[in-house]
């Protein structure tokens, strides 16, 4: 069984920074694609992020390039979000994501993990 | 970047009914457009791939069309489990964008 589990979510005051972590498990990491897509309170969903299998390529949203890194470990089974220079406009559910890249969909999601940008 | 526009954001319908939502692109995106479900606090699950491809294991009462620009999600006959959020997303574009969302309610 696919599974993709976010952790790292929480509280964390303007300005300050936050690392997401997505443990990946039941399908071979190495030849998918991750993104990170998070969803605002009561809102539509925003593609963040993605890395290729390789780390090959990386893209970013613009409302969050320049403050976000994404990063994987094909060792670890894992994938990292570094969140710089939070704002309340990052508060979000953010969701782990694969799929196998390029024109191909996002075909599985985790449950998400919730930051919350407050002072 | 491409914008994705849904319409309605919001519908009201009776089980059994079929349902209609579309999708609009601001340029072309070929085929490369894909549908997906959200039930509220859950995430979000692919339905249909590549404009028209069911998703392993969705039920056929769900279908896609279309190309260029414009696009259709269509629920044949609406049963109570349907009665969640759908978003359309292109992955033409290494920039992925997402539609704003519909809202299907029940009557």
């Known amino acids: 069984e696919v599974q993709l589990v976010e952790s790292g979510g929480g509280l964390v005051k303007p300005g300050g920074s936050l690392r997401l972590s997505c443990a990946a498990s039941?399908?071979?990491?190495?030849?998918?694609?991750i993104y990170w897509v998070r969803q605002a309170p009561g809102k539509g969903l925003e593609w963040v992020s993605s890395i290729g299998s390789r780390a090959t390529y990386i893209f970013y949203a613009d409302s969050v390039k320049g403050r976000f890194t994404i990063s994987r470990d094909n060792a670890k089974n894992s994938l990292y979000l570094q969140m710089n220079s939070l704002a309340a406009e990052d508060t979000a559910m953010y969701y782990c994501a694969r799929g196998r890249g390029g024109t191909t969909p996002i075909d599985s999601w985790g449950q998400g993990t919730l930051v919350t940008v407050s002072s | 970047d491409i914008q994705m526009t849904q319409s309605p954001s919001s519908l009201s319908a009776s089980i059994g009914d079929r349902v209609t939502i579309t999708c609009r692109a601001s340029q072309s995106i070929s085929s490369y457009l894909n549908w997906y479900q959200q039930e509220p606090g859950k995430a979000p699950k692919l339905l249909i791939y590549a404009a028209s491809g069911l998703q392993s294991g969705v039920p056929s009462r769900f279908s896609g069309s279309g190309s260029g620009t414009d696009f259709t999600l269509t629920i044949s006959s609406l049963q109570p489990e349907d009665f969640a959020t759908y978003y359309c997303?292109?992955?033409?574009?290494?920039?992925?964008?997402f539609g704003q969302g519909t809202r299907l309610e029940i009557k």
């Open positions: 039941g399908f071979t990491f190495t030849t998918y694609t």
């Open positions: 997303q292109q992955s033409y574009s290494n920039l992925i964008t």
